[in-house]
């Protein structure tokens, strides 16, 4: 079984900041995916983000970069250079080794990016 | 380069009735999975359909069914309609490779749902 926790149910960020959305897991596969998305109004579910467990590298794609800490079970979303589109809903997700399709979603961090 | 695209964007129904969400995959893609999404929540899984059978199951009722055709394309059937089926219903679909924990999910806009 797996599970994401995200305990900032809300951040602020100035625009052109950087800013880091927790989160934390918890599984038994000893290969997993780990996933970031993001979800505006519009309800879309964007990807973003993905890391390995067995990366040694932290992803990066652009503007998002993923701290991975392995030992610490946590994978945290850097997003640098904020700008307003960026206000959204942020999930962390999971993907345990035989889950097929099966992503265990956080609960998510709203962001809002001020002007 | 089409990505995932659902059908319809939005759907009232009442109670009892019978419906059926669309779904085709992202171009190049050979796997669908469906997800519910209350509100102010996290997606739930549905299922998940590759080569057109049930591969993985999540914990919903045997009212939600699916099917999957050769083209991929994929449709989420839910019957006897409850107000508690008021939801996002996201479709994302994935290319496997043969292992799960890399499988990169691409997703819709989703079918809002709502049950009167």
């Known amino acids: 079984a797996q599970k994401i926790t995200q305990t900032q149910p809300g951040m602020f960020v100035q625009e052109k900041e950087a800013v880091t959305l927790d989160c934390t897991y918890d599984?038994?596969?000893?290969?997993?995916?780990l996933f970031w998305y993001k979800q505006p109004s519009s309800g879309e579910m964007i990807f973003l983000i993905y890391?390995?467990?067995?990366?040694?590298q932290n992803a990066t794609e652009g503007r998002y970069s993923l701290n991975f800490q392995k030992a610490r079970k946590s994978a945290n979303l850097v997003i640098s250079a904020s700008q307003l589109g960026d206000s959204a809903m942020y999930f962390c997700?999971?993907?345990?080794?035989?889950?097929?399709?099966?992503?265990?979603f956080g609960q998510g961090t709203i962001l809002t990016v001020h002007p | 380069d089409a990505g995932v695209t659902q059908s319809p964007t939005h759907l009232i129904k009442t109670r009892g009735q019978q419906v059926t969400l669309r779904c085709s995959p992202k171009?190049?893609?050979?796997?669908v999975s469906w997800y519910q999404q209350a509100l102010g929540q996290g997606p739930q899984f549905i299922f998940q359909?590759?080569?057109?059978?049930?591969?993985q199951r999540g914990n919903f009722p045997d009212r939600f069914s699916g099917h999957q055709f050769p083209n991929y394309s994929s449709e989420l059937n839910v019957n006897a309609l409850l107000l508690g089926d008021s939801a996002l219903y996201l479709c994302?679909?994935?290319?496997?490779?043969?292992?799960?924990?890399?499988?990169?999910?691409?997703f819709g806009s989703g079918t809002q749902l709502s049950v009167l």
């Open positions: 994302a679909s994935s290319q496997w490779r043969g292992y799960s924990a890399n499988e990169k999910l691409f």
């Open positions: 599984t038994s596969d000893p290969s997993y995916g």
């Open positions: 359909y590759y080569e057109e059978e049930e591969r």
């Open positions: 997700a999971i993907l345990g080794g035989t889950s097929y399709g099966k992503l265990t």
């Open positions: 890391q390995g467990s067995y990366d040694q």
């Open positions: 171009s190049g893609h050979d796997t």
